[in-house]
């Protein structure tokens, strides 16, 4: 069994990033993102404060955009379109969730294309289903880079996903189908769920339910990746019960350390892929 050192990777990624951002400053490219966060959620600010903390150490500049509880969706809207409109600004990030009166899908939409560094727009979500180059939402690619770091073969595996939602489990599907994974998906409706994660090569769990996988639901020898962050009391848990589980898996990611330093290398990947395809324009 080999534990999936996520840190480390992203440690790596960082490093090539950051030679990357110093190339583009001497040809005059600064690249730059743009932090959109509206109301007071606390979990929000955290990640916020993470994703600031890693660009600095990049030589990546960034800009928070905080709008109050009470923003209209207008407001909101034309907040996006100064962002977009402007030439310095490489990437757009709308910190989800937002206040329930806004339309959270209107404003991804708004967003344009070229500056989804979180690949959340329906134009970046259709491209990927057509495996097409785009933006990737940021989990399932650092994910996908994992699996590539790890030499870990996805052909013909069967790969089951436990999650559905737009952020992690569909586009997580779509990559592994676009790497020739036999792909399931399971959700809160699945039934018989146990008899499908016991098939699997590859088991991606992305639910939020600490330790809801345990080592009756895997198969001997397959590939674990825990997406679920879970605060308690104790501390952060994934979604698998890692002590039982990493007895049987071949490779298995930790909580705290896994798939989490990916995601947030990736959004960088994707901030520097967008001032690279600026650069492209000049
Ligand atoms: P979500 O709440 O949008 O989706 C959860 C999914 O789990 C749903 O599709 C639901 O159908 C499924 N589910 C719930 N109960 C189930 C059950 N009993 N059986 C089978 N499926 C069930 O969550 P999300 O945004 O996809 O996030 C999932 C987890 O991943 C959360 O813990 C979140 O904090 C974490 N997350 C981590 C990262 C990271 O960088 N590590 C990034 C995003 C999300």
Same mark, same amino acid.
């Given at each position: 069994? +080999?534990?999936?050192?996520?840190?480390?990777?992203? $440690?790596?990624?960082?490093?090539?990033? $950051?030679?990357?951002?110093?190339?583009? $400053?001497?040809?005059?490219?600064? #690249?730059? @993102?743009?932090?959109? =966060?509206?109301?007071?959620?606390?979990?929000?600010?955290?990640?916020?404060?993470?994703?600031?903390?890693?660009?600095?150490?990049?030589?990546?500049?960034? +800009?928070?955009?905080?709008?109050? %509880?009470?923003?209209?969706?207008? &407001?909101?809207?034309?907040?996006?379109?100064?962002?977009?409109?402007?030439?310095?600004?490489?990437?757009?990030? *709308?910190?989800?969730?937002?206040?329930?009166?806004?339309?959270?899908?209107?404003?991804?939409?708004?967003?344009?294309?070229?500056?989804?560094?979180?690949?959340?727009? #329906? &134009?970046?979500?259709?491209? *990927?289903?057509?495996?097409?180059? /785009? @933006?990737?939402?940021?989990?399932?690619?650092?994910?996908?880079?994992?699996?590539?770091?790890?030499?870990? #073969?996805? &052909?013909?595996?069967?790969?089951?996903?436990?999650?559905?939602?737009?952020?992690?489990?569909?586009?997580?599907?779509?990559? =592994?189908?676009? $790497?020739?994974?036999?792909?399931?998906?399971?959700?809160?409706?699945?039934?018989? =769920?146990?008899?499908?994660?016991?098939?699997?090569?590859?088991?991606?769990?992305?639910?939020?339910?600490?330790?809801?996988?345990?080592?009756?639901?895997?198969?001997?020898?397959?590939?674990?990746?825990?997406?679920?962050?879970?605060?308690?009391?104790?501390?952060? @848990?994934?979604?698998?019960? @890692? +002590?039982?589980?990493? %007895?049987?898996?071949?490779?298995? /990611?930790?909580?705290?350390?896994?798939?989490? #330093?990916?995601?947030?290398?990736?959004?960088?990947?994707?901030?520097?892929?967008?001032?690279?395809?600026?650069?492209?324009?000049?």
């Amino acid at each position: 069994m +080999e534990i999936i050192d996520g840190k480390a990777l992203a $440690k790596n990624v960082r490093e090539n990033l $950051k030679q990357e951002v110093e190339n583009l $400053k001497k040809e005059g490219i600064i #690249p730059k @993102f743009a932090v959109i =966060l509206v109301g007071s959620d606390k979990a929000s600010q955290i990640y916020v404060k993470n994703k600031n903390k890693a660009s600095e150490e990049l030589g990546i500049e960034y +800009e928070e955009v905080l709008l109050g %509880e009470e923003t209209k969706m207008s &407001e909101l809207l034309e907040k996006i379109d100064e962002l977009n409109n402007r030439n310095d600004i490489h990437g757009i990030l *709308l910190q989800s969730p937002i206040p329930k009166h806004l339309d959270i899908n209107k404003a991804f939409k708004r967003i344009l294309p070229s500056k989804d560094i979180d690949g959340f727009n #329906p &134009e970046n979500v259709g491209k *990927l289903c057509l495996n097409q180059d /785009t @933006f990737v939402s940021c989990t399932p690619y650092g994910i996908m880079k994992m699996f590539e770091a790890y030499n870990i #073969p996805l &052909e013909g595996k069967h790969a089951v996903i436990i999650g559905r939602s737009n952020i992690v489990g569909k586009p997580m599907a779509l990559s =592994l189908l676009n $790497k020739n994974a036999t792909v399931t998906i399971c959700h809160s409706k699945t039934k018989n =769920l146990k008899e499908i994660t016991s098939n699997a090569d590859i088991l991606v769990s992305a639910i939020g339910k600490k330790h809801f996988v345990t080592a009756d639901m895997v198969k001997q020898g397959a590939v674990v990746i825990d997406v679920g962050i879970n605060r308690t009391e104790d501390g952060i @848990f994934g979604d698998v019960d @890692f +002590e039982n589980v990493k %007895e049987k898996a071949s490779y298995i /990611t930790p909580v705290p350390g896994g798939v989490g #330093p990916m995601t947030v290398a990736m959004l960088m990947n994707n901030v520097v892929k967008s001032a690279k395809m600026k650069k492209l324009e000049m």
